[in-house]
């Protein structure tokens, strides 16, 4: 049974008995995480401040609810499909072909869209989409509120018990909202206190979008509202009882809405039959107090306002106090503020929006990137912290994903010929791979669970873990030594063509042997051999020669390449400078891989600093690139690169993505933990804090263990 099943209170008898990684703190943490809890004063127009559960979270406004902008409630379970086209010869998943592209002398199918299949290959990529499962907000005599009906507007996020406390005043009379969610059930539970509902001028609103999956970004807003008549919604209520429930039927899918408020009667009505809005007024009071289930099928036993809100507290606590921990507050280097500022709001949001049953998606459970969708390529710096931080607990929660994402895998791999699981990319719950050209010619998700694993065993080493990851890794490296292609020639394994690197932005069909994947196949295949050997089970001899015979790292001038090959790479405003510079994960993110030499590392290092085009890079590049100039010693630029004016993060934390991805981008929230990680553990052979010259002696750090 996974840890997070469990219940609360056996979790929390877990971490009194030290079981997930409690050290006894030196550094009082409530006292840093809380110096960052965000506050705002007017809504933002682009994030929301945000509570969760990592399965589910709740996007609010100024005002504690969604009252003025529709921020999302979403969660891993909310998906929807239209109705699959109707055209004739695309009216069944099964009539989609993809298409076969040749591929070292034979054809091999590819699930791309097929220009001849238009409609199935769309609905199949933005099938199924995640849904907003609703709006909750504020109204003032039946009327909705703006942002300049309010006054003395006042919010503040209190990271270490999960709560939002929201203050402001409408016609003269204070508001005061606190906003939490259930760490355990897709809850949120609301208490408000106000004069306003003397006179019952003050409701709450629920309202209920549709999906339709017509963008392929839905941000900062998710869900159509205009639609009413392609969605049903039905109030369900005793009116005996403090509770009601609204059942929503979007096409196939069916979901509902508990609500229970405490203490005084309330009265709740559709707003009128032509909507989806419906309108709990209470009776008269000074506080109202309610809760919002969110479910399927399984109907959470409700639970008093306040008990959530211990609950959340609890949770929040062991959060925070569990695992690594690191405090620059001591430090003078104002760089360093700003460092640990980043690191606790990603700590808060990526346990908030990045920590359920399966990968998250970019925005987490904030907006809809890609339909919702997650990348499994992305997994790894979307999760790999947890592994880095000392949270397996919450890490656990998705890596079955590789289970049960395996024998789809298997098939994907088969039917194009090869050996083992070939990983999906941009996949939904179910394991499927939305079609796309980049989609299926990435190959760097391959090697990810290695990583996972590898971490996995560094921290638990037993025959349990071996036993747990086995299969998967088994599965993964069949995959990669049949993936690659034996070079009569040269006498080497060669990767790719066709294939597209991390950076996407080559040409496929001469992309060949790609510095970063070259770098990852080695550093995969050894964590498989060694798997095999920590088992004393016989390697697969076809493993140990791809391991040992793969290609070079391309160089060329005394600089490692993007891929072999590739012409006059170092070129100004070349497209071969932009997007994601992955060619120095080679060292940093990854263990130097055999062959590698440091002496040209250094030179690609500083040529990457000279002329790559920061205005074409986002999110985890720069903390890839700290981590790459921390092994080369460079820690000064290892903090620069954090706060690299191309890499930002809100006051609430949310990383900005830019014109490529929507913000918030929480890849970038990912990747500055595990390079924060490194600076604070170092790595295999190098153990201890690489921090800058004047940060050691007042920076304090504990839980870190040396990274690969
Ligand atoms: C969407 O359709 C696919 C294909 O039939 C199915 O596997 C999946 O479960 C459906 N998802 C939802 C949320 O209806
Ligand atoms: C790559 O090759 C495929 C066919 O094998 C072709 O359809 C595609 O246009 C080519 N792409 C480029 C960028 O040359
Ligand atoms: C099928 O796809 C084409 C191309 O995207 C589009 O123009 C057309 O409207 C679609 N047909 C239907 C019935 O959705
Ligand atoms: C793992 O299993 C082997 C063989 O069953 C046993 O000899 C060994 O003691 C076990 N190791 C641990 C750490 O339990
Ligand atoms: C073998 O490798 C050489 C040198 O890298 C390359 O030029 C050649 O195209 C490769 N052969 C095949 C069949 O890919
Ligand atoms: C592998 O063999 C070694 C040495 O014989 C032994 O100590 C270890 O327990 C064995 N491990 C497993 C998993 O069988
Ligand atoms: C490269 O682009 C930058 C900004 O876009 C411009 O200022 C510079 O002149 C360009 N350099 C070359 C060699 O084209
Ligand atoms: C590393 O590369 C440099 C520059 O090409 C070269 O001078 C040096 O000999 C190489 N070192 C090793 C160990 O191969």
């Given at each position: 049974m996974k840890l997070s099943m469990l219940l609360p209170v056996a979790l929390a008898a877990l971490f009194a008995q030290d079981v997930i990684g409690v050290i006894p703190?030196?550094?009082n943490r409530e006292e840093v995480v809380r110096r960052f809890n965000p506050k705002r004063t007017e809504s933002s127009q682009t994030t929301p401040m945000q509570v969760g559960n990592g399965d589910f979270a709740f996007g609010a406004d100024i005002t504690g609810l969604q009252s003025i902008l529709p921020y999302g409630i979403l969660s891993s379970w909310g998906w929807h499909n239209v109705s699959l086209p109707t055209v004739p010869g695309e009216t069944k998943i099964e009539d989609f072909t993809g298409l076969d592209w040749e591929t070292h002398g034979r054809l091999v199918n590819y699930n791309m869209p097929n220009p001849a299949q238009p409609n199935i290959s769309q609905w199949l990529i933005s099938n199924p989409h995640r849904l907003n499962l609703g709006r909750i907000g504020f109204l003032y005599k039946g009327l909705e509120l703006t942002e300049q009906d309010l006054f003395a507007k006042s919010q503040i996020l209190d990271l270490y018990s999960g709560t939002i406390v929201s203050t402001f005043t409408l016609r003269g009379q204070e508001v005061k909202v606190l906003t939490t969610v259930d760490p355990y059930f897709d809850v949120v539970a609301v208490e408000v206190h106000s004069q306003l509902f003397r006179d019952r001028s003050l409701s709450i609103f629920f309202d209920f979008p549709y999906g339709d999956g017509a963008n392929k970004f839905e941000a900062p807003f998710v869900g159509d509202w205009n639609v009413e008549d392609k969605h049903k919604t039905t109030l369900l209520r005793d009116k005996w009882k403090n509770t009601a429930t609204i059942r929503h039927d979007l096409d196939e899918t069916t979901y509902f809405t508990e609500v229970n408020w405490e203490g005084v009667k309330a009265y709740i009505r559709r707003q009128d039959p032509s909507c989806h809005r419906y309108i709990l007024t209470p009776g008269e009071c000074d506080a109202f107090k309610f809760t919002a289930a969110f479910f399927l099928l399984q109907r959470p036993d409700p639970k008093p306002v306040c008990e959530v809100r211990q609950s959340a507290a609890k949770w929040w606590k062991m959060y925070f106090e569990s695992g690594a921990f690191v405090d620059l507050?001591?430090?003078?280097?104002?760089r360093a503020i700003e460092v640990q500022r980043r690191v606790i709001l990603s700590q808060y949001l990526l346990a908030t929006g990045g920590a359920g049953k399966d990968p998250p998606q970019e925005s987490g459970l904030t907006n809809n990137g890609w339909y919702g969708k997650f990348h499994l390529e992305m997994y790894l710096w979307n999760s790999l912290h947890f592994a880095r931080w000392n949270k397996f607990w919450l890490l656990d929660r998705s890596t079955d994903m590789y289970e049960r994402f395996l024998d789809s895998s298997i098939i994907r791999a088969k039917d194009q010929g090869y050996e083992g699981a070939r990983w999906g990319k941009m996949s939904d719950p179910s394991g499927r791979s939305a079609p796309g050209e980049i989609n299926s010619l990435l190959i760097w998700q391959q090697p990810h669970p290695c990583y996972f694993a590898e971490l996995d065993y560094r921290a638990h080493p037993s025959n349990a873990t071996l036993k747990k990851w086995d299969k998967i890794l088994t599965a993964t490296a069949d995959f990669m030594t049949s993936y690659v292609f034996y070079n009569d020639s040269t006498g080497h394994y060669d990767l790719g063509p066709p294939l597209y690197p991390s950076s996407e932005n080559t040409n496929p069909n001469i992309t060949v042997n790609p510095t970063f994947e070259l770098a990852y196949w080695r550093f995969g295949l050894r964590v498989a051999l060694e798997w095999k050997a920590r088992q004393n089970l016989t390697v697969p001899d076809n493993w140990l020669a791809v391991a040992e015979n793969l290609a070079p790292l391309p160089v060329t001038n005394e600089l490692y390449d993007v891929y072999e090959g590739i012409e006059d790479m170092w070129k100004r405003n070349s497209t071969t400078v932009t997007d994601h510079p992955s060619l120095t994960g080679i060292y940093g993110l990854l263990p130097?891989?055999?062959?590698?030499?440091k002496t040209i590392m250094r030179s690609t290092f500083e040529m990457v600093m000279e002329r790559?085009?920061?205005?074409?890079c986002w999110g985890w590049d720069f903390p890839m690139l700290a981590m790459n100039a921390l092994k080369l010693g460079e820690r000064e630029k290892a903090v620069d690169l954090l706060l690299h004016e191309n890499f930002k993060f809100d006051e609430v934390g949310m990383p900005v993505g830019g014109e490529r991805v929507p913000t918030p981008y929480f890849p970038a929230s990912g990747a500055l933990l595990i390079s924060v990680a490194l600076m604070a553990?170092?790595?295999?052979?190098d153990k201890g804090g690489k921090w800058p010259e004047g940060w050691r002696e007042a920076v304090r750090a504990e839980g870190f263990d040396p990274s690969v």
């Open positions: 703190g030196r550094i507050t001591s430090v003078e280097d104002p130097a891989p055999a062959g590698f030499n790559w085009e920061w205005e074409s553990g170092g790595w295999d052979g």
